[in-house]
């Protein structure tokens, strides 16, 4: 069965603080997808990343990076400089890569609160 | 860009009462989704529809129904609503190639006395 684990549940930080949220995640599928959403105060969910399970190249994109590593099942995101903007939950999620289904299965979520 | 929508936003509902949630997406995308958010549980799979014309079961169907009407409308259905019903909803479309992401539409909070 496919589970995504997020064990932090909520991390606070204090501006310009870099900050890591871990995602660990099962599956049989030697193919699938890595995803990190944020959903801010305001509630809508904001695709972040997608990375697929043949490429382990870390990716950075400004202040925000991405370490996967298959040999541990997991695929880290890290702020650099955090920033008041950054607080929101942070859901990381698993997707098979058969058929058309492409359902998401998603952790519980991160609560980040960066305070000024 | 629309991209997904959701209606309504807010809706309160008593034990008992039905509701249809609507969700509509302009992107052309084949597949659609439902999935209820509550709190320490992240996101849960209701109801998919990876083309216009099928639907499938996800991790948590029961007390629900959807359509999906044509290619754009995605609906989802409470016959008789209860408290555990109470939730966050979230409908998203994706494009199927290539394991594209899912875009989200804003949501519909939904509370049932």
């Known amino acids: 069965a496919q589970k995504v684990t997020q064990a932090q549940t909520e991390i606070s930080v204090v501006e310009k603080e870099d900050v890591t949220l871990d995602c660990v995640y099962e599956t049989r599928d030697t193919t699938y997808y890595l995803f990190w959403y944020k959903q801010p105060p305001s509630g809508e969910l904001v695709f972040l990343i997608r990375?697929?399970?043949?490429?382990?190249q870390n990716e950075i994109s400004g202040r925000y990076s991405w370490n996967f590593q298959k040999s541990t099942s997991s695929f880290n995101f890290t702020i650099t400089a955090s920033q008041v903007v950054d607080s929101a939950v942070y859901f990381c999620a698993l997707s098979e890569a058969r058929g058309a289904t492409n359902k998401l299965i998603f952790g519980t979520g991160t609560l980040l609160a960066v305070q000024p | 860009n629309a991209g997904v929508t959701q209606t309504p936003k807010f809706q309160v509902l008593k034990t008992g009462q039905s509701m249809t949630l609507q969700c509509a997406q302009d992107m052309n995308h084949n597949s659609m989704y439902w999935y209820r958010q509550d709190p320490g549980m992240g996101l849960r799979l209701i109801y998919y529809s990876a083309s216009e014309g099928t639907t499938d079961k996800g991790e948590v169907p029961n007390g629900y129904n959807v359509s999906r009407l044509n290619k754009r409308e995605f609906s989802l259905r409470l016959e008789s609503a209860a408290p555990s019903q109470t939730s966050v909803y979230f409908c998203?479309?994706?494009?199927?190639?290539?394991?594209?992401?899912?875009?989200f539409g804003d949501g519909t909070r939904l509370s049932i006395l």
């Open positions: 998203a479309s994706r494009d199927r190639r290539d394991n594209q992401p899912q875009h």
């Open positions: 990375r697929n399970s043949f490429d382990e």
